[in-house]
């Protein structure tokens, strides 16, 4: 347990004449947080009752859907829910012609408005004792965990394609920790001063947040990001303004109703739904915009940092720039590997939710001894595998998000089976169906070319290729693996032999921002696996850990002297 102090100890209020002045607050003792630990995931075993909970949600929103239509989703803005003339639909995945929600788009009028309510709540939040701000958060992930859980379970199932287990490890425990690990990490800052005084001084550091805003763009996959990615900034004393993903609104929407209910003041976090480049254009442009926090495509964050730089001459500070991209993560396998754990790792770690996770497996390297084995096994347990709605919890994937997702990573597939160049084959999978939903059966390609396409580019989808290297080459074909693409976000190496492990984790240094031994690329928990990659993969800032805080805070050094100074000039200027 961490011993946390008040560290802020004004309150501002607004007096009978409107005028803001402030409330002394004093320090009435030293508090110490809630023992924080990782949130339990439910497994959905048959019987369960969380498996009949979000059973019943899911029955809900259809029930919902079928009766009233689709869930109506407002901006939110200082606390106010507001409705727009211009909407967009969400649709669900694997059923695209239902409609889960449609959504009010901002405007001009209204980014405005949420910026000026946002800078007029900032003083009055970040003057907010830290134990209050912590509160709100802790008591935030208590009510996901319990009241709340299977409703944004079911939200993200619907919405985004997860299967209930996804979802759960997903919306439910990732967030829960997000928040409650946070608030651990925030009050460990607090705690950092200086350990040397000189005599009749006293030194120390105030860890103040941004001065302006912070912006927040999240993206459709993780439920738990967009959480995170709006309340992180927030809870070390910053406003935020959250634009979320078109495809992940709903769930997103209800995060906002769990903020709010735990006490959050109107104002903090605006929840400003609308399209990406108008919401760029009309935030980063202003005075006081104070950082991005972003998750999103390599392409676009380039985009925005660019952007940002060219807009330096009007900025109060320098913005904090904190993003995490794509990834072209590998498995790589020595000649001592267990195979079966290569093979089930790979599955899971290829095609779990379609893929669609910047860790995803999704380029295999296997020694020339093992690929028999390796193959067959691997063909075998992917036709094992069932796919469709995840309201059958029986099936393992889903649907991919949308019909550019579809046509993108179809047209991959569609590559290797037209070029008939004995370079590449498809060995398992490779069909695709979008009548219903936007449906690509989990595909193995293997290679001759190590730089082939489906080895460089990130599909984001159920495609994994796999390239044989001679046994006797695995030092050179590690080197080569580590400069196949521009990302280094996450990598895995199989091995035995503990001379190979140690190998493939020097060679592979900056190749992954998290590597993994003997386990799957994907995965990463809060407050074990600080997440995070470099190069195009991203600022490497790890989301889940103190490392990301950090970033969200300008400290200020105090130096308090407690004796007057009774001369100007120094021992060394007399006269000897």
């Not at 309150?11 to 009435?28: A, C, D, E, G, H």
């Not at 939110?76 to 727009?84: A, D, L, Q």
């Not at 084959?425 to 936007?438: A, F, H, P, R, S």
């Not at 991203?538 to 950090?550: E, P, Q, V, Y």
């Amino acid at each position: 347990m961490f011993q946390l102090r008040l560290i802020n100890n004004v309150r501002s209020f607004s007096s009978t004449s409107n005028k803001k002045s402030v409330l002394q607050v004093p320090q009435m003792g030293i508090f110490k947080l809630p023992e924080v630990r990782n949130e339990p995931k439910n497994k959905f075993m048959k019987g369960s009752p969380e498996k009949a909970e979000v059973k019943q949600e899911l029955n809900n929103i259809n029930s919902q859907l079928n009766s009233s239509g689709p869930y109506k989703v407002p901006m939110i803005i200082n606390g106010n829910k507001i409705f727009t003339q211009s909407n967009k639909q969400q649709h669900v995945p694997f059923d695209h012609k239902k409609i889960l929600c449609s959504y009010s788009e901002t405007d001009k009028e209204h980014i405005d408005l949420a910026i000026k309510t946002a800078l007029e709540a900032k003083l009055s939040w970040e003057n907010m004792p830290f134990n209050d701000r912590a509160a709100i958060f802790l008591k935030a992930a208590d009510l996901l965990s319990t009241k709340y859980r299977s409703k944004v379970i079911a939200a993200t199932m619907m919405g985004q394609g997860k299967t209930a287990c996804e979802a759960e490890i997903d919306a439910a425990a990732e967030l829960a920790d997000f928040w409650r690990f946070n608030v651990k990490y925030a009050a460990e800052i607090y705690s950092q001063q200086p350990s040397e005084n000189s005599p009749h001084v006293w030194n120390r550091l105030e860890y103040r947040p941004l001065e302006g805003f912070v912006v927040a763009f999240s993206p459709f996959n993780f439920t738990a990001i967009g959480g995170n990615l709006c309340t992180a900034p927030a809870l070390m004393g910053n406003v935020v303004l959250w634009k979320p993903s078109p495809m992940s609104m709903y769930s997103n929407y209800l995060l906002m109703q769990i903020l709010k209910e735990a006490g959050l003041p109107d104002g903090v976090i605006q929840f400003i739904p609308g399209d990406a480049p108008f919401v760029v254009e009309n935030t980063f442009n202003h005075p006081e915009f104070a950082g991005l926090h972003f998750t999103g495509s390599t392409a676009v964050f380039k985009h925005l940092w660019k952007k940002i730089g060219d807009n330096l001459e009007i900025y109060k500070s320098y913005p904090r720039i904190v993003g995490e991209t794509g990834g072209k993560n590998l498995h790589f396998l020595h000649k001592s590997a267990d195979v079966n754990t290569a093979v089930y790792n790979t599955i899971r770690g290829g095609f779990e939710f379609q893929g669609q996770k910047c860790s995803a497996t999704s380029r295999v390297y296997i020694p020339e001894s093992l690929w028999p084995q390796y193959s067959e096994l691997l063909k075998n347990e992917v036709l094992k595998i069932k796919q469709g709605s995840v309201e059958d919890f029986s099936n393992f994937m889903s649907s991919v998000i949308n019909r550019q997702s579809f046509d993108k990573i179809k047209s991959y597939i569609d590559e290797v089976k037209e070029v008939k160049d004995g370079k590449q084959y498809i060995l398992v999978g490779g069909e695709t169906n979008d009548k219903v939903g936007y449906e690509i059966q989990p595909t193995v390609i293997v290679t001759k070319d190590p730089f082939s396409k489906t080895m460089t580019d990130e599909l984001f989808g159920p495609v994994v290729t796999c390239y044989v290297y001679p046994d006797e080459k695995y030092i050179e074909t590690l080197e080569m693996a580590d400069k196949t693409t521009d990302y280094a976000l996450t990598g895995s190496v199989f091995a035995v032999d503990r001379e190979a492990i140690i190998t493939a984790s020097n060679v592979l240094r900056n190749s992954a921002g998290n590597f993994y031994i003997n386990d799957k690329s994907t995965g990463a928990v809060v407050g074990q696996q600080p997440f995070g990659g470099g190069r195009s993969s991203g600022t490497n800032d790890k989301a889940g850990s103190i490392l990301n805080l950090f970033r969200w805070i300008s400290p200020r050094t105090i130096k308090e002297n407690f004796v007057p100074l009774t001369r100007w000039n120094y021992e060394s200027n007399m006269e000897s």
